[in-house]
């Protein structure tokens, strides 16, 4: 069965309609991405799928579970990076991932993720002091300081320089590879096709189009997917 499974997920705010009748799955083992502009419903998707927003229609399982009414059991098991997360700028990385492991009955190593993601050395320097990749890995570390089966990690890359890019792409391929299946957020076309095994396109609200990037390639119009590819990078 597939870890993640959405169906007909439609999410108004007002007169608006933020998710419009959205349907995917994801398997166990793969990144699987979610594509589009800003205001796609991308991220109201995954709110939902966390258990911080309400459905007002469709039905969402996450590891089996109905991400509202059995949402203290699914924060067990489910780390989240998410798009507008911070911490206190006087707060130390050792501190926060310490703060965090305590929420959970068998959390991660603290000294062990800390060299995995290459923070060792920055441990006991205060958040604030930290550049802009460097706080990145420490919002992967502390999606993974509970040991979760799944992992979403909402626009991590925004704002990024290219090399820091490329370095957060390397730690998102070892969380996978770790075991972790990740369910990553992304507006960047060269992201998701460098990351992610399966793709959903998001547009206004409404998944139109689902598959591998090959895939994608192969069976979507090219009209549609060059449209995508400059809306999504600005390049044409």
């Known amino acids: 069965m597939p870890l993640i499974e959405v169906t007909d997920l439609t999410k108004r705010y007002g007169s608006r309609v933020a998710v419009d009748?959205?349907?995917?799955?994801?398997?166990?083992?793969?990144?699987?991405?979610?594509?589009?502009?800003?205001?796609?419903?991308?991220?109201?998707?995954?709110?939902?799928?966390?258990?911080?927003?309400?459905?007002?229609?469709?039905?969402?399982?996450?590891?089996?579970?109905?991400?509202?009414?059995?949402?203290?059991?699914?924060?067990?098991?489910?780390?989240?990076?998410l798009q507008e997360s911070t911490l206190p700028a006087k707060l130390k990385v050792r501190e926060a991932l310490?703060?965090?492991?305590?929420?959970?009955?068998?959390?991660?190593?603290?000294?062990?993720?800390?060299?995995?993601?290459?923070?060792?050395?920055?441990?006991d320097s205060y958040f604030g002091k930290l550049s802009g990749g460097q706080k990145q890995r420490v919002s992967i570390a502390l999606a993974l300081i509970g040991n979760p089966e799944v992992a979403v990690l909402d626009e991590l890359t925004t704002g990024l320089d290219p090399h820091a890019r490329r370095d957060t792409w390397q730690l998102v391929e070892r969380v996978r590879d770790a075991g972790v299946t990740v369910l990553l957020v992304t507006h960047f076309m060269d992201e998701a096709e460098r990351l992610c095994d399966r793709v959903a396109i998001f547009d206004t609200g409404r998944v139109v189009?689902?598959?591998?990037p090959s895939e994608l390639r192969a069976t979507t119009s090219k009209s549609t997917l060059d449209d995508a590819f400059v809306t999504l990078t600005g390049r044409d």
């Open 21 to 81: 009748g959205v349907s995917f799955t994801v398997d166990r083992g793969e990144i699987f991405g979610i594509l589009g502009t800003n205001g796609a419903g991308k991220t109201t998707t995954v709110e939902c799928l966390q258990g911080l927003r309400t459905a007002d229609s469709g039905t969402i399982r996450v590891l089996g579970l109905d991400p509202v009414k059995q949402r203290d059991a699914l924060r067990q098991r489910l780390g989240s990076q």
């Open 98 to 123: 310490e703060l965090f492991a305590s929420f959970y009955p068998s959390p991660a190593d603290v000294e062990v993720l800390l060299d995995r993601l290459a923070l060792t050395e920055h441990a």
């Open 209 to 212: 189009a689902t598959g591998t």
